[in-house]
């Protein structure tokens, strides 16, 4: 087990690259199932996600080589569509290979997820549209299995606009017979990278990025090369961790567009925040004042940025309120920012937190992806040492998070192997 160990209390400055973005890249590796041409997928980031499902893939006789920052991705020789159970396990984002097998081979068997340590996440609005566009779903012996002679288009309106249910119906469709409408579709960017992916590959798809997706069957796709869009999380992330350290630096190869609630954030707490046309400048070395947030789907505040934010509201004078309503059980750093001294009290989805003089390093878990990136930023504004283990789940979303924040001046150690 890794660790790292970080020495807080360095101002940050320089210019940090942003990586492609996890979530887009992970429904385009699945989205190349719909093809028996090669896919090239361009700078693609080297994360523990990302090859957990390219084995995924590999468990169906896919090949996946690595040459140079590209990802060539073959998908001709599938020979079944029930991939490897351990693996589906290790990772939920594994379900996006569902919408693509239903497509090209009318069926898949995949092992049911278990509960995670951010909450219950069910997949039945992925089933609902499976099932909608014609599919014979059977659930038992924790395994869920589909079936379909054809797939047909359908009107699917989603409860709840749900990012993986949204990827996968409109993955489905691409290949099924007529026009398939999703209503309150989910509209983050990453759908709208995985549109402009299918459409590349010739597919017909209108309105991703709002609430109606239409989607005309066709009766093929074709292998196309494609730049996923950069880690608007990652994005954030790096931006926090200058407002965290009062510090100014500037951040590389983004779309301002898609950050915007983060960017909105950020200036209402008092940090100043520079544009270019690629990248921003953001300097919070002003004194910065407690904002309230609540998570919302796309464009509201991303879930995914919550516990870093939290971690930053912890050091800001005055009291904010966060507002969880995407996961039920987002708030598991909480209790490790309470170790490092953070006055934050939890009241169902709801925590309060009041800003403290200072922080104070201490050993603390990364409980998930998220919260790992949460205690990394509290460590670098806490007072003394600070040990963060299980990094293995900051490892599933950061590329080389610590070589990152060594290039901006921070003081960050990666243990490789863990004596207790
Ligand atoms: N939900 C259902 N039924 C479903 C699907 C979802 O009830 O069939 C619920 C979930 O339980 C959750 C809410 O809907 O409460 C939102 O889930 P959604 O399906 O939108 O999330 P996801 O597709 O499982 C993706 C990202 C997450 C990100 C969420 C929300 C990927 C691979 N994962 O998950 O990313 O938090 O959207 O934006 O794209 C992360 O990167 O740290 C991460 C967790």
């Given at each position: ?25 992970l ?41 140079d ?39 898949f068997?995949?092992?049911l ?27 038992g ?7 379909a ?17 949204t ?11 007529g ?9 983050e ?33 074709k ?13 954030g992330?790096?931006?926090?961790a ?47 004042k ?51 001294g ?79």
């Amino acid at each position: 087990m890794e660790k790292f160990i970080i020495r807080g209390g360095n101002e940050l400055s320089g210019e940090v690259e942003i990586s492609s973005a996890k979530n887009a890249v992970l429904p385009l590796i699945s989205a190349c199932i719909l093809s028996s041409d090669k896919c090239i997928l361009e700078n693609a980031p080297f994360l523990q996600d990302v090859f957990v499902l390219n084995d995924v893939l590999r468990s169906i006789n896919s090949s996946i080589e690595i040459k140079d920052n590209n990802m060539v991705i073959d998908t001709s020789r599938i020979n079944n569509t029930e991939p490897d159970g351990e693996l589906v396990r290790k990772m939920r984002a594994s379900f996006l290979t569902m919408g693509p097998m239903m497509a090209r081979y009318g069926k898949f068997k995949i092992s049911l997820p278990g509960g995670c340590n951010i909450g219950t996440r069910p997949i039945d609005l992925h089933l609902k549209g499976f099932s909608a566009l014609g599919a014979d779903i059977r659930i038992g012996h924790g395994y869920v299995e589909a079936r379909a002679k054809k797939l047909i288009g359908n009107k699917i309106y989603l409860d709840f606009p749900s990012v993986g249910a949204t990827e996968n119906i409109m993955m489905a469709a691409v290949l099924a017979e007529g026009e398939t409408v999703l209503e309150n579709a989910a509209g983050e960017p990453e759908i709208q990278d995985l549109a402009r992916f299918l459409n590349k590959m010739g597919a017909y798809i209108i309105g991703a990025g709002t609430d109606t997706i239409k989607i005309v069957g066709v009766k093929e796709l074709k292998g196309i090369k494609h730049r996923p869009i950069p880690d608007r999380i990652e994005a954030g992330t790096f931006m926090t961790a200058a407002a965290i350290t009062r510090s100014k630096i500037k951040v590389n190869g983004i779309i301002d567009s898609h950050l915007k609630p983060v960017i909105a954030k950020l200036t209402e707490m008092g940090c100043i925040i520079e544009k270019d046309q690629n990248s921003l400048v953001i300097d919070g070395r002003n004194s910065l004042k407690a904002v309230d947030i609540k998570t919302l789907p796309y464009p509201g505040f991303p879930t995914d940025m919550q516990a870093q934010i939290m971690a930053l509201m912890c050091t800001v004078k005055g009291t904010s309120i966060f507002t969880e309503t995407i996961f039920e059980n987002r708030f598991m750093h909480v209790s490790e920012l309470k170790r490092m001294g953070a006055n934050i009290k939890i009241d169902g989805r709801c925590a309060v937190i009041e800003g403290v003089e200072n922080l104070m390093g201490c050993r603390v878990n990364a409980t998930d992806l998220r919260a790992g990136a949460a205690m990394i930023l509290a460590a670098l504004a806490a007072e003394g040492v600070s040990e963060i283990r299980d990094i293995f789940h900051i490892d599933r979303g950061y590329y080389h998070i610590e070589r990152k924040l060594m290039k901006l001046g921070a003081n960050i150690e990666r243990i490789k192997k863990m004596e207790d």
